[in-house]
C-alpha cells in the first residue's frame, strides 16, 4: 500500500519569510496530492491540492509542486504570517484507494 | 456555509463499552469517510461509504463498523472499547465515490477510561 512521508517534523520561520515542506510517497499509481492545514482544536482544512497530470499549482501565496519520475511533493508558502501557524499534513491516494496522510509538520511563524 | 458536522464534539467512555459517532455530510456529497488521528500523527482511514455502500476499509478490528443512510449521513460504531481508542474520529464528505476533494467535520474527541 501507499506510504507518505513527510519533512520537517517541525518548522520555524520569521514572520515574511517563506517555508517550504516536502513529502514523498511510495505508490506510483497515486495522482492526488492534498495539503491539509489544521489548527489546534480545529478540523484539517483542505488548502490546496494537486492532480499528477499538473506539476504545479498556486493559490496566492500558497503553491505546490510535483515531481512525479522522483515521486516526491511540496507546500510553499509565502510571505509568512502569523496566521499561518499551524500542522500542515500531506496526503496522496489514486482514485479508488483511501487518501494516506503523511505525520504532519508543525510550522511556526515568529513575528 | 453547511460544513460537514459531527456529533457530539466530546465523548467520555469506560473500556468495554459502545460508542456511536454522527456525521452529516455537505449538502450534495454523496461520499463518507472516516478517520481516526491519534495526538501528533495524520488522520489514519477507518471506512469510506457512497451511495449508502461500503467502498473501503482500513485496518481496523472488527469492533469497528460504520453505516451510511439514505440522506448520506452516517454512523460510525465502535464495540468493546479499548484504551488505545482515545482519538479524534473525523469525518470527511466528498462529491462522489472517489477519494478526491474530502472535507472534514470538525471531529469527536473520544476518551476511553
Known amino acids: 500500500g501507499e506510504n507518505v512521508e513527510q519533512h520537517p517534523s517541525t518548522l520555524s520561520v520569521q514572520e515574511g519569510d517563506s517555508a517550504v515542506i516536502k513529502c514523498t510517497y511510495s505508490?506510483?499509481?497515486?495522482?492526488?496530492f492534498p495539503w491539509y492545514k489544521q489548527e489546534l482544536g480545529k478540523r484539517p482544512q483542505l488548502i490546496i491540492d494537486?492532480?499528477?497530470?499538473?506539476g504545479e499549482k498556486k493559490d496566492q501565496r500558497i503553491a505546490v509542486t510535483l515531481n512525479k519520475t522522483a515521486k516526491h511533493f511540496s507546500l510553499h508558502i509565502t510571505e509568512t504570517q502569523p496566521e499561518d501557524s499551524a500542522v500542515y499534513f500531506c496526503?496522496?491516494?489514486?482514485?479508488?484507494?483511501?487518501?494516506?496522510f503523511g505525520k504532519g509538520t508543525r510550522l511556526s511563524v515568529i513575528a | 456555509d453547511a460544513g460537514v458536522t459531527q456529533s457530539p464534539t466530546h465523548l467520555i467512555k469506560t473500556r468495554g463499552q459502545h460508542v456511536t459517532l454522527r456525521c452529516s455530510p455537505i449538502?450534495?456529497?454523496?461520499?463518507v469517510s472516516w478517520y481516526q488521528q491519534v495526538l501528533g500523527q495524520g488522520p489514519q482511514f477507518i471506512f469510506q461509504?457512497?451511495?449508502?455502500?461500503?467502498?473501503g476499509r482500513g485496518n481496523f478490528p472488527d469492533r469497528f463498523s460504520a453505516r451510511q443512510f439514505p440522506n448520506y449521513s452516517s454512523e460510525l460504531n465502535v464495540n468493546a472499547l479499548l484504551l488505545g481508542d482515545s482519538a479524534l474520529y473525523l469525518c470527511?464528505?466528498?462529491?462522489?465515490?472517489?477519494?478526491?476533494?474530502?472535507?472534514f467535520g470538525p471531529g469527536t474527541r473520544l476518551t476511553v477510561t
Open positions: 470527511a464528505s466528498s462529491w462522489g465515490g472517489s477519494s478526491y476533494e474530502q472535507y
Open positions: 505508490d506510483s499509481a497515486s495522482n492526488y
Open positions: 494537486i492532480r499528477s497530470n499538473v
Open positions: 496526503a496522496a491516494c489514486s482514485g479508488n484507494t483511501p487518501l494516506v
Open positions: 449538502s450534495g456529497h454523496k461520499s
Open positions: 461509504y457512497y451511495e449508502k455502500e461500503e467502498r
